[in-house]
Structures are given as C-alpha cells and as structure tokens.
C-alpha cells in the first residue's frame, strides 16, 4: 500500500518541479517573435527552392519582415498571387512583377545537329562538359544528360527520349532558377511570359561565325540579322553572332520567327506559322 | 625490388611498340602549333601572318609564370594566326606555317656530335631551358624551368629522374633511355648542377630490363648517379609514388616534392634539356609511340611539333578500321579523343587505339562496399565517398577529405568490381572544390 502511495508522490513530485522549472526557464529565455513571420511563412509555397535568392522560405518571411518592404523581393514560386498576400500582411502595397519561366536556349535533335562521336562515360553533363565539346559540333549546344531535370523540383523539366530535346513546362516552372545554376554550358535563360503563357526566343547559345554554327547544327542561329532587322520594337541585340530578344520589350508579332533562316526562334503556346 | 607503399594496382603492361626504334617522321608541307602547350596562359605569338620563320626560331612567348616559350619547328612562311578545333573540340589560338626547306636556326648545333661536358653555371643553365619552352613531358607540361626553382625554404638534395612508365601501352621513355641513354646521363648531370646537387636517382620498372642494363653501364662511369630497379605497379611514375619508392620519403598532403628535398624530372624532359643546353636546340621534336592491339605495326615516332597526328599513323598503316576509341596517352591517364586530324603537342606522349570490341564501358552496377577502391587508391583517400559526395554535391565535406591529393590515376575506376565511373564524378568534384578555394583565396585578397 505505501509503496504505490510513495511512488506517486515522489514521481507527482518529480513531475511538478520540472513542470516548474520547465514553466520558468520558458519565462525567463522567452522570446519575442514577430508573428508576422509565422503568418508570411504559411502563406509562401514551402517548397524551399531558393529562388528567391535566399536559403528557404522561412529566411525569405525573416528577410521581408525586417526590411518591412518588398523591394527586389519575389516568391517566384507563389508569383503575384502570394506576393499580394505578403504585402497583406505587412500592411503594404503589393508590387506585381511580370511572371516569369525558364527557357532552353538549344533546340537540336539529332537530326539537325548530326553527331560526330559517341561518348561513354558517367551519363551527367557537368563531366561530359569537363572532357569535351560533346557528342556534335557544337561547342554551346545542350548534351541532354539531365543535370537540369535533376535539380528541378516541380517536374517541369522533361526530356524526349527519341529526339533527345529538353524541354520547360511553362504551367509547372516557377522561374526558381535551379535548372540554370545546374547547366555547365549556361543554355537555361529565365525570361518573362507573356499572358496565357505565351513567348518568342532565340533557341540557340551557338557563337560561332554563321557558317560554322551552321554546319554543325542545322537549327543553329547563323547571327545573319534578319531578325533584328524586322523587328518594329527594337527587342533583338545581336552579340557574338547570336540574337537575344529581350522579353520586356517583345511584343510576340512573331515576324522575326517568320523570317528565321533556320528556324532557330521559337514561339511557344502560338498555333504554328504557316510560312 | 623497391616500390611505393600504399594502393597501386597492376594492369597489363602491353608494350607493344617497346622493340621499336624511332622512326623520323618526315617533315610535312604544313604545321600548325597550338599556342597552348602547357599549364597556364596560352603563350603570346610574336610573328606576323606572312613572315618567314626558321626551325628553332621564338614565335610566340611564354605569358606569366606558368607559361612556356613556342619555337618553330620547320622554316617557311607563317600562312595565318587562327583558331583551330583541337581532338576534343575546343577552340584554340594556333600559328599556321607553310614548309619551305628546312633551314635551321644558325645558333643550333645540328652536327649530331655527342657534347658530353657542361661548365655552365646553374642560372645559365635555367635560363637555357626556360628559353627552350620545355616543359614536363610526361604529359602534364608544367614548365620545367619553374620546377628547377623551387622555394627557397626547402633544401634540394636529391634529383629523381622518373623512368618508370609505368602507364600500359607507352613505350618512348624506354626507347629513349636505349637509344639515347649517354645524352640522358648527361641531361641528368646538367640538371644536377642547375639543381645543386650532387645525388641523382633513376627510377625504372622492372619490365624494362635492357633500359635497366644500359643506364646502368654508363652511370658506372658517372659520379653520384644511380639507376634504381623498381617493382611494375601502377602508378609508380606518380611523382609522389616515386619519391616514396626511391627514397622512402613521404610528401604531406598539399605539399611540393621539394618540401622534401626532391626535384623529379620525366626521361625525355632530360633529354630535352640536354638538347637544349648542349645543343641549343629548343623543344621542337616530341617522342611518341603509336600502339594499339588491332595495329598492322605498332612503332616509336620522332616528330616535328605541329605535325598531324594522322601523318604519324599514316606511316604504319593508318588507324584500324574497328578502332572504338582513340587515346592521347595511355589508358589509365590518357584522355579519349574525337578524331586524329589533330596536330602534335608537347602533350602528345604516345596514341592509343582500344578496339571497338573492348573500348566499351561496362554496365554498372551498385556499389557492394568491398573497400578495393580504398586498398587502390595510391594517395590513401576513400573514393566510393568521395564519389557518393560528388553525386550529392557535398563539396565541402570532399574538401575536408583531400579530395585535393587525387592525381586522377584511375586505380579505383580500374579496379572496382561494380564499374562504377568513380573517377569521372571525383574530378567533377576536385574541380568544383579547386574552384571554391580559388575564389575563397581572392575574397580573402
């Protein structure tokens, strides 16, 4: 009888002083958390990407807290749905930036870039990039081994296994950035869409001099200017014999896509050209 | 029989070509010389499209500190300064020259005498070389003016002369330590007196007997100069293994040969210093071999720098039709190339040709962590981890495991039984690392 009655008290009383000392050790190293914090981190995605530049979604909530604004920062992720949200929360106007995607910047299946060698190591494009020019001609071009399908997150990178092309899920990429850090040969551009995630560019990183590009790769962009030429809204630079159209300033007329030589400009979500 | 400690492995030699004399290539009507022949900065072009050159003439110069002079190897006329695609594709800079006679240098001793005395003095001595442009040509040509000047806190007292070759397939040094074995000798005084030094150790495994008994017979006559017969393991030639071997010292990790008092120089590095010294011929000639199993003849070639490599071929029937993959080098450090219209380089030590049957990687399998790449590895490191890290981009954690002290020798790649690419993830991740230290060491700046 004593010994149940002994042991409940000295465990009661175990139990109550920790309780205690639990209760003033909380007291006293008691922090004082901004629940701003807390409220910002719930609504952001959590899919802890980085692409917003910092380590994760929390350090990003942390980030805007403490700045108390929202400038140069942006949940690529969540876009201007979560950012208006965050600006909710902190009491201020919410800045709508034009969503952005990623884009491959190379195009070339094996029927237009015809292959020279074949290569038999470690199937991963930072060691193919690190012994050669790869498996054509082309110094720029995509190997297609997957670094940046491995690092994407949200599934929007896919691979066709009979041509070998890569290509972005404009609906699933959130711009994070990922896929670009993880490309030896820098192909992947991250770019601003238009509505109804539409966009116009150059699907080609090739510098070489027009003929040597293009003999190395049919869908090669030769720098031949055409482009830059016809178009009324001054978006294409050409540098190194290669096109670029700025995405701001594209307005999607598609006269330079009509007029590529090689087809090397892509419009994406637009019924095809009849040429 | 002496040999390193740790790891090594022991592939089939394969010397095909070792009873091969050398055969001179003969001069084509057109060379091409990369500006980059070396470690460090493509050297800087000093000629002009349209100039006439001589053989041995200067025509692009060393650009920093680990940069080495280019020389002429034919006289003609420079056609143009341009960019070549080299057998692995990359762009670089070359001098182009059309062949018209072959009117040499009038400073270089062409007399084929043997000049076996050397009173020079030890700075002459450097500066000869380092106007030569010679560098390492065990294949990493890291300028060998720069090794002959080490930093002035260690104390140079021996001089190894690296004669192992121990990588399968190659066969020039051999050949060289034959037929050239009294220049050699001399080479090795040269380089002892440059050094300071009055101790020199050639090291050669014992699958090259006659180069044993040769070198042997003239240093009998020499002073200080001693051939040493190494056991046949891979990767004896390492410049480490080899200290280990001859001396029983041992390199710290991420230090320099001359920490322990040691200079070590490749056979035809001295040679070549001998030819440029005695001779003032600078680097222009590369000894190579051309070997494969499936080859009508396999053979020892002397060739003109800037030759194309398929003229060598040529000269004995041309790359097998089943070649599956050419080599620069040998298998174990040599690298696959696309093609052969590609000129000779001071890299260029010997060409390889693997059988389309046996070029073919094998399938791998998961890793069953029997640790025989650990019992390979030469520099004592774990490479199933550090490849298990490289797949996880873990560089730090690679850091701390001195992936650093990797050579890329391929003993575990070799030597594992699931064929998985350990090598080829661990220089992805010595890269990324020497990459981090690089930029962690101008942040600091």
Redesign the interface.
């Known amino acids: 009888m004593y010994t149940i009655l002994y042991t409940i008290l000295l465990l009661g009383g175990v139990g109550a002083f920790a309780a205690l000392a639990l209760f003033l050790t909380a007291k006293q190293f008691h922090v004082q958390e901004d629940s701003r914090i807390g409220d910002i981190e719930a609504t952001l995605p959590n899919a802890n990407c980085g692409g917003c530049g910092y380590a994760g979604c929390r350090q990003f909530a942390e980030a805007c807290v403490s700045a108390g604004n929202l400038e140069n920062k942006r949940c690529p992720v969540g876009g201007d749905a979560v950012m208006s949200q965050v600006a909710g929360i902190l009491g201020i106007e919410a800045t709508s930036g034009s969503p952005q995607v990623a884009v491959i910047r190379c195009a070339a299946d094996c029927a237009k870039r015809p292959t020279?060698?074949t290569y038999?190591?470690?199937k991963?494009c930072?060691?193919a990039n690190?012994?050669?020019?790869?498996e054509s001609?082309c110094?720029y071009g995509c190997f297609g081994y997957g670094d940046c399908k491995d690092s994407c997150q949200f599934g929007a990178i896919s691979i066709d296994p009979e041509t070998g092309i890569v290509s972005v899920d404009p609906e699933k990429c959130t711009a994070c950035g990922a896929c670009a850090k993880a490309c030896p040969r820098h192909l992947i551009e991250i770019r601003h869409k238009g509505p109804k995630n539409r966009f116009v560019y150059v699907a080609c990183s090739n510098k070489d001099k027009g003929a040597v590009a293009r003999k190395a790769c049919e869908a090669a962009c030769i720098g031949c200017t055409k482009c830059q030429k016809v178009c009324e809204w001054d978006a294409i630079t050409i540098e190194n014999n290669l096109a670029h159209i700025d995405g701001d300033k594209c307005r999607m007329c598609r006269k330079c896509e009509q007029g590529c030589p090689t087809k090397a400009i892509h419009a994406v979500n637009f019924k095809p050209l009849e040429r | 029989m002496k040999t390193f400690k740790i790891g090594g492995i022991h592939p089939h030699d394969n010397k095909l070509s070792a009873g091969r004399r050398f055969e001179q290539v003969p001069v084509p009507k057109e060379v091409i010389i990369q500006l980059n022949q070396h470690i460090g900065a493509p050297a800087i072009p000093i000629v002009e499209p349209g100039e006439e050159v001589k053989v041995g003439q200067l025509i692009a110069k060393a650009n920093g500190f680990v940069s080495a002079n280019i020389h002429s190897s034919v006289s003609g006329k420079v056609s143009k300064i341009d960019t070549i695609t080299d057998a692995w594709g990359t762009r670089q800079q070359a001098i182009f020259i059309d062949v018209e006679g072959d009117v040499w240098m009038p400073d270089i001793d062409t007399s084929c005498k043997f000049k076996p005395t050397c009173n020079l003095s030890a700075e002459v001595i450097k500066q000869k070389i380092a106007d030569a442009g010679i560098v390492g040509l065990g294949g990493a040509c890291f300028p060998t003016h720069v090794k002959l000047n080490p930093p002035k806190e260690h104390a140079i007292d021996t001089l190894i002369i690296n004669g192992a070759e121990c990588e399968p397939y190659l066969t020039p040094n051999h050949r060289l330590m034959i037929e050239k074995g009294e220049e050699i000798m001399v080479g090795v005084q040269i380089l002892m007196r440059a050094l300071g030094v009055d101790r020199a150790l050639i090291g050669i495994e014992s699958n090259k007997q006659d180069a044993i008994d040769e070198l042997d017979r003239i240093a009998a006559r020499k002073e200080g100069i001693e051939v040493i017969k190494l056991k046949k393991k891979y990767p004896q030639g390492g410049e480490k293994q080899l200290i280990q071997a001859l001396t029983d010292r041992e390199v710290e990790s991420g230090q320099l040969p001359s920490s322990v008092g040691v200079v070590v120089q490749n056979i035809a590095t001295v040679f070549a210093v001998y030819e440029a010294v005695q001779l003032n011929k600078p680097l222009i000639e590369m000894y190579m071999s051309i070997s494969g199993k499936e080859m009508e003849q396999n053979g020892n070639f002397c060739a003109r720098i800037g030759t194309s490599v398929k003229d060598v071929v040529a000269m004995i029937g041309g790359m097998p039709e089943n070649t599956g993959k050419i080599i620069a080098g040998g298998p174990m450090m040599g690298k696959a190339m696309i093609h052969i219209d590609t000129p000779v380089t001071k890299r260029t030590t010997g060409i390889t040709f693997i059988s389309a049957k046996s070029a073919p990687r094998f399938k791998a399998s998961a890793c069953i962590r029997c640790a025989r790449c650990i019992q390979a590895c030469p520099m004592g490191l774990e490479p199933y981890l550090l490849y298990k890290k490289a797949l996880r981009q873990d560089w730090d954690f690679m850091e701390a495991h001195h992936i650093m002290d990797c050579m890329e020798c391929g003993c575990c790649t070799f030597t594992c039984p699931s064929r998985q690419p350990l090598l080829d993830y661990i220089r992805v991740g010595k890269a990324t690392v020497a990459n981090n230290i690089r930029a962690r060491k101008s942040n600091e700046k």
Do not use: C, E, S, V
Request: charged share 20%; proline share 7%.
């Open positions: 020279t060698n038999d190591g470690a991963n930072k060691i690190a012994l050669y020019i790869g001609d110094p």
